[in-house]
């Protein structure tokens, strides 16, 4: 009955320690991953590269070659005056041709920068280094939309390392409860070990050693739960789940297992300490 008793206490202290190790690990994975997220965004913001009307096809092909070849471009596309006015037919209809001419559609070549020389400072250096052809009639971009972007980003990683530091302090204070209701049920057999000449190292060593295996098997329980969600993420969004990158969902697993097991230790150590030290009429408050 009493092996059945405290089996279900360890199991208890196990399931609530990995639940806890889970936030942590959920919200590690997005810190970690704050830069992949903030480079995807910024390296899928398009800037449009407009020629002047009278340029050719193979003149803007040959533009495009000189442009993939700058250090600062990730990709381009080139964009015929045919595929412009099927867009542009998309987005104001099928006849906004009528009121015109000529086709007011020029031939462009659409780029996406690297994600370091999404800045304001860096994209004024961006677009000069695109309009110096004579080819080029104008450079577009949201400017507005990177400057924003920019300062988010910002707020969120902040906004992410607080959440982290709060949580993973909440993470101690709840683990170490949890740790120390399972070790003060023992407290009578410290007690027992204490009177028989034992020395605080020798009681302590049976529950850090098992306390390195509760924080490792409850570390491993917060992974695989970790996993199941990626998975889910990864069948139903797969777009978002090509933002996060895999070494840094490694490192968020590592960064579980040594929280479970330094956690685990840690409150341990000092809960055993402070239970060896008690008088015998403390052991029943």
């Given amino acids: 009955m009493e092996r059945r008793r405290l089996a279900n206490a360890y199991l208890s202290t196990v399931i609530s320690i990995s639940l806890v190790l889970l ?9 970690l991953n704050a830069r992949s997220v903030s480079n995807y ?12 009307p009278e340029v050719e096809e193979t003149e803007a092909l040959e533009y495009k070659a000189e442009v993939d070849s700058l250090k600062f471009i990730r990709s ?5 005056k045919e595929q412009g006015i099927a867009e542009m037919s998309d987005m104001l209809g099928s006849d906004f041709l009528s009121v015109f001419e000529t086709s007011p559609v020029p031939i462009s070549v ?80 410290i007690r027992t070990m204490r009177l028989v ?26 992974v695989a739960y970790l996993g199941v969600i990626l998975y889910v993420i990864h069948e139903e969004f797969a777009q978002l789940f090509a933002i996060l990158s895999l070494p840094m969902m490694f490192a968020c697993a590592g960064v579980m297992v040594c929280a479970g097991i330094v956690i685990c230790v840690l409150s341990t150590y000092f809960v055993v300490g402070k239970l060896v030290s008690l008088d015998k009429d403390e052991l029943y408050y």
Avoid: C, H, W
Avoid at 23 to 31: H, K, M, R, S, Y
Avoid at 41 to 51: A, D, G, I, R, T
């Fill in 23 to 31: 936030l942590v690990g959920i919200a590690t994975l997005l810190l």
């Fill in 41 to 52: 965004f910024k390296e899928n913001m398009q800037v449009s590269v407009l020629l002047k």
């Fill in 76 to 80: 381009s596309e080139y964009v015929s």
């Fill in 197 to 222: 000449g034992a020395t605080k190292a020798f009681i302590r060593a049976p529950f850090l050693g098992q306390a390195v295996l509760q924080g490792f098997i409850a570390a491993s329980l917060a």
């Fill in 110 to 189: 659409v780029v996406n920068l690297k994600a370091e020389y999404v800045a304001t400072d860096s994209l004024d250096l961006v677009t000069g280094a695109l309009s110096s052809s004579p080819l080029v009639d104008e450079v577009v971009y949201q400017k507005s939309l990177v400057s924003a972007l920019n300062q988010n980003i910002e707020k969120i990683t902040l906004f992410l390392g607080v959440f982290i530091a709060l949580l993973l302090f909440i993470s101690f204070v709840l683990i170490n409860n949890t740790v120390r209701l399972n070790v003060f049920s023992r407290r009578f057999t």
